[in-house]
């Protein structure tokens, strides 16, 4: 009498028997299904930011820390109600976000033009390409003076500032792309007579979208960081100015509120970004 396989393979290797005779898929794939699923990646995402309001509380609470150093997680949400309340949070908020979008702007457009001039252009890499490596190793501080001295305490000190930070991911991750495309692809493309623009548009835009996309979350994420310097340049207003004022007044609950909001805001500047990544991908790949 024959035994039927079911009954002498192993619990643990019925799935690769199963997905060897093409009868099921591997348990694997349906585990990443599950983790691909919206809710999943949310809840997923939100389990370690509960975990350290979590452990935060229970330190602050049981006098593990005192309070002059770590406040209570419910006093930072009161600074930020007494902040809102007289307005100064929106305030602080909206000049923050305003500078961060004008300079990653500016910085990202003339990223994308320098990005084409050294990767489409053998001239344009050797003539550009070592002064740029030289000016991106220059601290994002050392600007700070210079540009107090060409354009005094101004919004357009704070804005270049920015700019410079977002400038170099553009730059630095398109040109490489470009460098990179499949010389088969151009060559394929010119054979089907694709000159200059039209091959541009046609063939190599389409193969460095992912790589523009990636270089202006990155200039996003270091435009953020270019805040707080940008706002060390006199500035009355900000998150970075609410930072620092903080810190000379011994408020450490809206130093923290500080953090929080720099966080979350470059957060949600983020998917945005990956909201319009998710667009570009399906247009042009």
Partial sequence: MTIPDRLIVPEESRDALDFAKGTSQ???GATRRS???PVVRIIAGLLLPVIIL?????????GMVPPYRLPTPASVFQAGVELAETGQLWTHIAISVQRVLLGFAIGSVIGLAAAGIVGLSRLGEVLLSPTLTAVRAVPSLAWVPLLI????????????????GAFFPVYTTVSSALRH?????????RSFSLRGWSLFRIVQLPAVVPSVVSGLRLALAQAWL?????????ASMGLG???????SSGRVDRILLSIVLLALLGTLTN????????????RWV
Avoid: H
């Avoid at 979590?54 to 049981?62: D, E």
């Avoid at 100015?241 to 810190?247: K, P």
């Fill in 181 to 189: 495309v499949d010389p088969q692809l151009v060559e394929a493309g």
């Fill in 35 to 37: 983790w691909d699923r």
């Fill in 149 to 164: 001295l060409w354009m005094q305490i101004g919004e357009e000190s704070k804005v270049t500032l920015i700019a410079i």
């Fill in 241 to 247: 100015f609410l930072l620092t004022e903080s810190q």
């Fill in 54 to 62: 979590t452990a935060w509380q229970v330190v602050t609470t049981s």
């Fill in 226 to 234: 270019f805040l707080v310097a940008a706002e060390l340049i006199a």
């Fill in 26 to 28: 591997p348990r694997s």
């Fill in 271 to 282: 998917g945005i970004l990956v909201l319009v990544e998710k667009y570009l991908l399906r």
